[in-house]
């Protein structure tokens, strides 16, 4: 009989930081922040027991070996067992089908947009979420065209960012809108005289979010948020951000121009929609670059223990460097400290 070994389930993914490293349950979405000292116990001893452990230190860290085990089976994130092999790793391979997963549509006064055939572009990429940001005020008449839009469609929701105005003033019909189009993730009204945030569907849906919110957006400056209050702890999102770029893998985007890009907020194009397909745009040469920008090549968060949990932004960085830092972010992975978030005007606070 082998001596038992600890060992955490195989959803519960350590992640390494500069100062202190981050327990990921991918199931559940929670997370626990813990010493490095026990990232290195449950990743350079893993499959070894306790007793073999404790002995290859001489005795000197005895208790707390014993207190970092009793705290992960008592807390629910991993177990002891005699047989290690029999709990094979999880895959963290990130693999979909769909050539593009997300697109952002900007609308201002001047936009002429095809909306009808955008969608029928981007479903036929696979597109499974639109979000679309209109900069000035609109008449509600033409946010329901746009949702009917959705119907029979493979999409599997929408965002919509809309100035508030006389027509969004009645409650009960933006209830009623969300209402009759369920693929509603969320109306945010900007500029809103009040925060207020109310669920249309059953509580703790992700879909139908009626969001009043006093932060104006008229421009795509207002864009590139990446704070804590943003992280998202799933198997998709983690391995998406193991290996890939977190914001903008498999996105496209339509600025309030008809220009195609990766992000709005980018200056590089990749043609207009008067006269380029979306896929076109997404195989020309150099699209898909930004796409394979994962946070193991941006400095700083490089040695942050939420690189994996965190979204990005490459429009707005620290020296306007490709692999800088995003601007917004407030954290300090080399001290563990926060700051005030420090950019975006625009923030989503839920
Ligand atoms: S340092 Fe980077 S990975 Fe860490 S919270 Fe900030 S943006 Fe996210």
Redesign the pocket.
Known sequence: MNAPVFKLFSNCVPVKGARRSLLCDLYTGRTKLIPNSLFDLLTDYKDRSPEDIKAAHNGRYDEEIDEYYTFLVEHGWGFMCDDPDAFPEISLEYRIPELITNAVIDTDAGSQHDYAALMDQLEELGCKHIQYRFYNPRPLTEIEHLCALTEGRRLQGIEIYVPYGPDYADEGVLRDLCDRYQRIICLVLTGAPEHRMIHTAEPLMTMGVLHYHPSIIDSDRCCGL?D?SLFTVSMTAFTEALHFNSCLNRKISVDTRGNIKNCPSLEKTYGNTADTALKDAMEAEGFQDVWAVT?DA?S??KD????YI???CRAFTENADPLG??LS?????YTAAWSETRFPPFTMEV
């Open positions: 990446v804590r946070k941006v700083v968060c942050c223990e939420f690189r965190c979204t990005d830092k995003p972010c407030g954290y300090d992975p």
